[in-house]
T-cell receptor
Framework: AQSVTQPDIHITVSEGASLELRCNYS??????LFWYVQSPGQGLQLLLK??????LVQGIKGFEAEFKRSQSSFNLRKPSVHWSDAAEYFC?????????????FGAGTQVVVTP | ETGVTQTPRHLVMGMTNKKSLKCEQHLGHNAMYWYKQSAKKPLELMFV???????ENNSVPSRFSPECPNSSHLFLHLHTLQPEDSALYLC???????????????FGAGTRLSVL
């Protein structure tokens, strides 16, 4: 079974600074990888996904993520954060062999943006 | 607006009450999901419905009972809940389950449940 680890529970970043959120997964084959964001009082919104091909993927809101097979990682980055990026971010893994489309989510990273 | 609507947004209930959560998707999807989101824990998948078939997490207590009358509507019936069931319950839908783990899931805003 696949699993996902987000090592950072909480990150504080200054507005305009760069942001990197870590995600490590455990899975026996190449997984499908996702990053979702949850703003206060809202559901989860897909930021970006990786299925195959180019290991650097671009998403919405200026986010990008890089799949590194050797490190079993899929870290999320943004060069310059905005106050509206304050939210909780979830990494998720889908299994190639799962016919039900179930996702395994990490516990999330809370991002606080300071002026 | 994600196209997935959950009602109510907030619910307070006693342990002896019976209530239902409702989810409706307007995306023409064929698969729907219930998740439980507790503080500092990963989202827990409770149930998946697709074309009248259901998969469930065997660790979900029987006091949670899902119903999916059609591909657009999903309910979660609650009875004799415990305080530890207090959480945010999220509904999601995806176009089809046949894509396996490639499914992109679209989430509602959730129902915040408090059990007293």
């Amino acid at each position: 079974a696949q699993s996902v680890t987000q090592p950072d529970i909480h990150i504080t970043v200054s507005e305009g600074a760069s942001l990197e959120l870590r995600c490590n997964y455990s899975y026996g084959a190449t997984p499908y990888l996702f990053w979702y964001v949850q703003s206060p009082g809202q559901g989860l919104q897909l930021l970006l996904k990786y299925f195959s091909g180019d290991t650097l993927v671009q998403g919405i809101k200026g986010f990008e993520a890089e799949f590194k097979r050797s490190q079993s990682s899929f870290n999320l980055r943004k060069p310059s954060v905005h106050w509206s990026d304050a939210a909780e971010y979830f990494c998720a893994v889908g299994a190639v062999t799962d016919s039900w489309g179930k996702l395994q989510f990490g516990a999330g990273t809370q991002v606080v943006v300071t002026p | 607006e994600t196209g997935v609507t959950q009602t109510p947004r907030h619910l307070v209930m006693g342990m002896t009450n019976k209530k239902s959560l409702k989810c409706e998707q307007h995306l023409g999807h064929n698969a729907m999901y219930w998740y439980k989101q507790s503080a500092k824990k990963p989202l827990e998948l409770m149930f998946v419905y697709s074309l009248e078939e259901r998969v469930e997490n065997n660790s979900v207590p029987s006091r949670f009972s899902p119903e999916c009358p059609n591909s657009s509507h999903l309910f979660l019936h609650l009875h004799t809940l415990q305080p530890e069931d207090s959480a945010l319950y999220l509904c999601a839908s995806s176009r089809t389950r046949d894509a396996g783990g490639k499914n992109i899931q679209y989430f509602g805003a959730g129902t915040r449940l408090s059990v007293l």
